[in-house]
């Protein structure tokens, strides 16, 4: 008989005992995934009577208002801890005139929303112009010095983030999530809603957010594409080190981020675990994007995948690498899956 070297301990030691019985392995259990924990996020449109819906998402659909509201009520019974709002105007323009104006989409989107849930539901508000400009980029375009580049001008798009801002912060939104990666975007934020007597609202940033290729879904969903080039002279390029993912991170806290982002969840989950530990304390979300779960979709459709499982699995990980809050588009069916 073959002699076979046991591990230390053995057999006192048996991690097995913990997995036997489904009971103990609740009672172990410390990465759970819950609903009051998710942010769902939700496209709102002109119009009335409009449920659109998003090919390249399914389940997902374009709101008008009146739907938006039927919508809203039904996340809020579900115990999800919230939405997130992107919306598509019924005209765009070169600076975004819609998200500055006190009867643009989203302002009517927030007021309708805070008209029909509790005090404890969460509206949050994306901020950022590519939904509103008629060239997709996420603020005013400048032509670059000594080129013939066009580019957004950081400082002049600051000072419209900060209309933007208050414009929301009017009609009653919980919270702001700045996901333009300007630099200087909090500090500015904070200091328009301080100065306004809005210096009760929180801000949660988009800190480290990639030029990432998993958000062609999401271009179609908000009409967003960009007209020319891409976002990589201002979003994080994939390929940079985790420590600039970590000074973004920095700074948006010293600016005065109550919460912070990284975005995509999946593909930078190290980026995700990284900023766990460097900054503990500071509640950190994790947006689980459109490619993500669009190509779940995609293969749970054609029967090759156990959506489910694969769902919960996912946002479990994303939950073990240090995330508090997931933004999800799963939001709606793991809450009824988890009841």
Known sequence: MTHINQPTGFPTTRLRRLRYHSGVRRLVQETIVRPEKLILPLFVRTGQGQRIPIPSMPGNDQLSIDEFVKEVKEIESLGIGGVILFGIPEKKDAIGSDVMSENGIIAEAIKAAKDVVGKDFLVISDVCFC????????????????????????????????????????AGVDMVAPSGMMDGM???????????????????SYSAKYASSFY??????????????????????????????????????????????????LAYLDIIRMVHERFPGVPLAAYNVSGEFSMVKAAALQGWIDEKRIVLESLTSITRAGASIILTYWAKDVAKWLQ
């Open 216 to 265: 062609g879904p999401f271009r179609d969903a908000a009409e967003s594409a960009p007209q020319f080039g891409d976002r990589r002279s201002y979003q994080m390029d994939p390929a940079s080190s985790a420590e600039q993912a970590l000074r973004e991170v920095e700074l948006d806290i010293a600016e005065g981020a109550d919460m912070v982002m990284v975005k995509p969840a």
């Open 186 to 204: 909090i500090a500015a934020i904070r200091q328009g809603f301080d100065e306004n007597g809005f210096e009760h609202l929180p801000i949660m």
């Open 131 to 170: 939904e509103y400009t008629d060239h997709g980029h996420c603020g005013v375009l400048r032509e670059r010095k000594g080129t013939s580049m066009l580019d957004v001008d950081n400082d002049e798009t600051l000072r419209n983030l900060v209309i933007q801002t208050l414009i929301q912060a009017r």
